[in-house]
């Protein structure tokens, strides 16, 4: 299946796109995680304001959307099935994909700005495998070590307070005409994100399993 996940910074799209991947069988395209194994790519010959990835990045910015697209469609024409996840960010962005894929199910997490505060100041990811944890609402057996490999937990450089109000913020007026965009699509299907992980998973899997 090709599966489009949405919503805003801390909704756990990373946290079920990694079930989505394992349960269905398909790749993650991520371009979150794509431009942090990228963050000091030399875009200066694409006439960018900055010079790096990184330095949007970091402070919570879009990245330009001539980097972006190049890679989404780069990793889209060499997956069969796929659970999107990052893109598309504004509506730019959505007109592209829309030229690159059609879609079968478009998941819409949801969760209040709070919440979205406490869960990405708290995050913490494994330096070798990726895996998210979180300091309150699921913490790793020891401190500071990964459950499945045995990695460091570091901190995002951008899950500092600021950094995060201002991807809420980019979020609120970029991405949410995004997900207006997409509402009356019959493949759209809003997903309570304020649940469990485990809730969250039972409803997305009811979701895909419909549409599939
Ligand atoms: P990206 O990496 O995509 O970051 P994001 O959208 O801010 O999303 P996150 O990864 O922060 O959150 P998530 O929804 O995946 O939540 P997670 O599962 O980790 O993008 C980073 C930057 O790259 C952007 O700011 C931009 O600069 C650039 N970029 C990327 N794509 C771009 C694009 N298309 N165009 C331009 N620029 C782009 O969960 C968060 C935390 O909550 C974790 O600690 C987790 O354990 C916990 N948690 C998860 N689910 C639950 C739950 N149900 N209950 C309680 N806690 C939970
Ligand atoms: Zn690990």
Not at 38 to 44: A, F, L, Q, T
Not at 64 to 77: C, F
Not at 111 to 139: I, K, M, Q, W
Request: charged share 30%; glycine share 8%; aromatic share 6%.
């Amino acid at each position: 299946p090709r599966i489009l996940i949405l919503g805003p910074p801390g909704a756990g799209k990373g946290t079920q796109s990694s079930n989505i991947a394992e349960t269905y069988g398909v790749e993650h395209v991520t371009t979150g995680d794509a431009l942090r194994g990228n963050k000091e790519m030399d875009i200066s010959d694409m006439d960018t304001e900055y010079d790096t990835p990184g330095a949007y990045m970091d402070a919570g910015d879009l990245v330009p959307d001539k980097v972006v697209n190049a890679i989404v469609d780069e990793a889209l024409s060499q997956a069969d099935g796929f659970v999107l996840d990052g893109y598309p960010r504004n509506l730019e962005q959505a007109e592209e994909l829309a030229d690159m894929t059609d879609l079968d199910v478009i998941l819409s997490l949801s969760v209040a700005r709070e919440e979205l505060v406490d869960r990405l100041t708290g995050r913490r990811v494994c330096d070798d495998c990726g895996t998210n944890y979180h300091v309150e609402f699921s913490p790793p057996a020891e401190d500071g070590v990964c459950d499945d490999c045995g990695g460091d937990l570091i901190q995002r450089d951008d899950d500092n307070e600021e950094s995060v109000r201002n991807r809420l913020d980019v979020f609120d007026e970029n991405t949410r005409p995004v997900i207006d965009h997409y509402e009356g699509d019959d493949a759209f299907v809003a997903v309570d994100g304020e649940q469990t992980p485990d809730e969250v998973w039972a409803d997305i899997q009811d979701a895909i399993d419909a549409r599939v």
